[in-house]
């Protein structure tokens, strides 16, 4: 069974610039989450998406956005990066949309803001 | 407001020496809480969890981890580790009543590094 995808691996914006991640879940998964880590800030909640309606957001800009599809795949959005964007972004399914925390993540997508 | 906090950012053990990685947290509601461990350039692996029943629950590679209530503690251990075992450990909590909604609150992280 396939895991969870993320595309691009890696990419390099400048300032000024939006970006687009892309997120596959692992086959039947529902819920998609999205996670941010930096050294600073460690590991924070960003969005959670679940039948292509987003329950629950953490406390970032409204530069920062996502959505899911019918297939459950997900994009996170950020418009006007800032230096402070570059981190590793980390997508994370589970089958149900429940509270069991069982989250399958993804090996990431690392952006650099220059 | 829930919050984790991990007491040790690094943690220096030899190879097949005892092992155990802190963690406490702090909710006004009841919690779920997770251990994840993060290898170089990897994404998260969930090492074990605490949904309710008894405190002590047994994960993967060897692991477990104790709930205490009242210390509001859920310390994870190994009894021998390996030189693989070498990664991040993540203690994360998530609110146990509805609303959940798979948001987890991460602690900073603790580096175990294994030595020969």
């Known amino acids: 069974k396939a895991g969870v995808t993320q595309t691009p691996r890696y990419l390099i914006k400048t300032r000024g610039q939006q970006v687009t991640l892309s997120c596959s879940p692992i086959s039947g998964h529902r819920s998609v989450s999205w996670y941010q880590q930096t050294p600073g800030q460690g590991l924070q909640f960003l969005f959670e998406?679940?039948?292509?309606?987003?329950?629950n957001k953490g406390n970032f800009p409204g530069r920062f956005s996502g959505r899911q599809f019918s297939n459950s795949r997900s994009e996170m959005n950020v418009s006007t990066l800032e230096l402070g964007d570059s981190a590793l972004y980390l997508c994370?399914?589970?089958?149900?949309?429940?509270?069991?925390?069982?989250?399958?993540f993804g090996e990431g997508s690392r952006l650099t803001v220059l | 407001a829930q919050s984790v906090t991990q007491l040790d950012s690094q943690v220096p053990v030899f190879e097949e020496a005892p092992v155990e990685l802190r963690c406490n947290y702090s909710s006004s509601v009841s919690v779920y809480l997770f251990w994840y461990v993060q290898y170089p350039n990897q994404g998260l692996q969930l090492l074990l969890k605490y949904l309710s029943g008894s405190t002590l629950v047994k994960g993967i590679n060897g692991f477990e981890a104790e709930f205490n209530k009242s210390q509001t503690s859920f310390h994870l251990r190994k009894p021998s580790v390996h030189i693989s075992d070498t990664a991040e450990y993540f203690c994360?909590?998530?609110?146990?009543?509805?609303?959940?909604?798979?948001?987890?609150?991460f602690g900073a992280g603790t580096r175990l590094a294994v030595h020969p």
């Open positions: 994370a399914s589970s089958l149900e949309g429940g509270n069991t925390g069982e989250l399958f």
């Open positions: 994360a909590a998530q609110r146990g009543t509805g609303g959940g909604y798979n948001k987890l609150i």
């Open positions: 998406y679940f039948s292509e309606t987003q329950r």
